[in-house]
Nanobody, 114 residues
Framework: QVQLVESGGGLVQPGGSLRLSCAAS????????MDWYRQAPGKQRDLVAR???????NYADSVKGRFTISRDNAKNTVYLQMTGLKSEDTAVYYC????????WGQGTQVTVSS
């Protein structure tokens, strides 16, 4: 059974940092590019970052220079290091397999507020 489990969210002040994790199970992890998405209340789910199987990365303009995506194939886990957080980063964050997405996990809530 394929499963994606996101964790690491929380409440953080503007300018703060968080590290999100996404553990994948029931799938071959290393051959696939992986994505992080986010969905703010009342808005669509948007792609935030992508990492290929070879480690190449791409970011949405809104997070470039502040977020870093990485992966640990030995742990079947993809990470999103978030720094310089802003109120507009508040959202539920999800991971998924790029181009051939799986069932969505429950996501992890990130709230940026003073």
């Amino acid at each position: 059974q394929v499963q994606l489990v996101e964790s690491g969210g929380g409440l953080v002040q503007p300018g703060g940092s968080l590290r999100l994790s996404c553990a994948a199970s029931g799938m071959y992890f290393s051959p696939y590019a992986m994505d992080w998405y986010r969905q703010a209340p009342g808005k669509q789910r948007d792609l935030v970052a992508r990492i290929t199987s070879g480690g190449s990365t791409n970011y949405a303009d809104s997070v470039k220079g502040r977020f870093t995506i990485s992966r640990d194939n030995a742990k079947n886990t993809v990470y999103l290091q978030m720094t310089g957080l802003k109120s507009e980063d508040t959202a539920v964050y999800y991971c998924n397999r790029a181009w051939t997405p799986l069932a969505w996990g429950q996501g992890t809530q990130v709230t940026v507020s003073s």
